[in-house]
C-alpha cells in the first residue's frame, strides 16, 4: 500500500467536529434500545402521536440514499453531478436519523414489540451509522488521496448502505403487510427452493372451528400487528394459546361472556375511536366475520370444537356477478334514505360492487313500510341490516325484490320464518343471520334448498341448532 497516513486524516477543525459529532450520535442511537427498552407496554400519547409521521418521512431518506449512488455515476460524464451527489448524501444523515426517532416513539409508544419490529429498529440504526461513515468516507475518496484498497472505502460503504437499505426496508414492509407478504402467492417451486411457506398457526385440532373459521380473519386482519413480527400492546392473535394468554391489558377473550371480552370490543368500535381495531386505517372486519367471532365467543371460544350449535358455514364459492350501475341513482338513493333515518354507503368507488344498506340509526323506526320505499333501488343493494329493526314476515315479498341480496342481518327482529322460502329467488345470498328471532326447525326447513347460503346464524332460537349436519352432502355443514 503506498499512501500516506496523514492523507485520509481529518485536516481541518471542522472534519474533526464532524468526526466527534458522529461518533457521539452512533454512540447514543446505539444506547437507546437499553435505556429506553421496548418491553410491550404502551407509554405517552404524544409520543404514539410523533411517531405516527414515521412511515411519511421514511421515504425521503430512502429516496434520498438511493439518489447518491446514481449521481455519482453519472458524475463519471457530468463532474457537476458530483457536487450534487456531495449535498444529497448530506440531507441523508438528518433524513435517516429523523425517520429512526419517529419509528422508535412509535414503537415504544405503542409497546410495539416483536422480532421483525427488533429487527427493522437495529436497521434504521446500522443505516444511519452507514450514512454518516459515507459522508465522512467520501472528502478523501473524491479527491483521490487514497492508494491501494482504502480508495474503495467510500464506493464499498455505499454498497453497505444500499444492502442495509433494501434489508431495513423489508423489516418495514413485514410489519405493514405481514411476514408472508411475499410468499403468500410465490410459485410452489420457488418456495420449496426458498424453504418459506405457512407455518402451523396453533397447536389446536387441525379441523377445529377456529382453525378453519376464527384464525383466517385475525391472520388476515390483526396478526400484521399481533404477531410473532410484531407485538403492540404485547398482545398476539397468531395462534390460539397466545390469543387466550392475553396482553398487556389482561384477558382478551372470555369465553361465554363476548360483550366483556376486549377482542370483541375492540372490533366493534366506531371506526373513528383510538381504540378501534384493526388499527392506522385499515378497513374493519365486516359483519359476518364479526358475527363468527361473536358466536364463537359466545359458545365457549373452544379451540378444539369443530361445531358449534346455531350456525351452519358452507365452503366459499364463486364470487357473485357485478350489479348494475347505480351512479346516475345515487342522489335519490340518499334522499330516500335520510328520509328513513338510515344510511346508505358504497362497497367501493366501483358501482360493481353495489350499495350497504345500514338501520343502526333508526332501527326502531325502520319498520315493513320503510323497506319497502327501497325497493326500487333493490338491484343494487348487496347487504341489508335490518337487526333489531320493527320488520315483520311481510318484509319477506320486499325481500325478494333484492335480487343481489349477499347479506341479509335480521337478528333480534319480530321474524318467526313464515314466509322465508320467497327468499329463495336470492340466488346471490351468502349470508343469514336469524339469531335472536322466533324462528323455528319447521319454518327454517325452504333453507335447507338454498345451496348458495354459506353463513347461517340460528343462534338463540327455536331453530337451534342449525338444519344441516357434517354428513349431509350438498347441504350446509354445521360448522359452529
Known sequence: MNFEFSKIRPQSRLAKILWVASLLISLALLLVPFVFRLDGKTHADWQQFLGRFHPLVIHLPIGLILLVPLLEVAGVVRPALREAAAFVLALCIPASLSAVLLGYLLAYGSGDIGVTVTRHMWGGIALSIAVMLCAL????????????????????????????????????????????????????????????????????????????????????????????????GGLRLDSYEAMMKGGEEGAVVLPGNPEKSILLQRITLPTDHKKFMPAEGKPPLKADEIALIQTWIAQGASGSATTLSGVAVREEETPPPPVGDYSKLLGEVQQTAKAAGVTVTQVSRNPGDGLILNTIDASANFGDAQLASFTKFAPYIVELGLARTAVTDASFDTLAKFTQLHALHLEDTAITGAGLQKLASLQQLRYLNLSGTKVSAATITPLSAMKQLRHVYLFNTPAQPSMATPEEPGKARQAL
Open 137 to 232: 468516507a467520501r472528502p478523501t475518496w473524491s479527491i483521490g488521496a487514497l492508494d491501494g484498497p482504502l480508495r474503495f472505502a467510500y464506493p464499498s460503504l455505499m454498497a453497505l448502505t444500499i444492502l442495509l437499505l433494501a434489508w431495513t426496508a423489508h423489516q418495514g414492509g413485514s410489519l405493514t403487510h405481514g411476514d408472508t407478504y411475499l410468499s403468500q402467492y410465490m410459485p410452489a417451486p420457488l418456495k420449496r427452493l426458498l424453504r418459506v411457506g405457512d407455518t402451523a398457526n396453533s397447536s389446536s385440532a387441525s379441523g377445529s372451528f377456529y382453525v378453519k373459521q376464527i384464525h383466517p380473519i385475525l391472520d388476515a386482519n390483526c396478526v400484521a400487528c399481533h404477531g410473532a413480527s410484531s407485538i403492540k
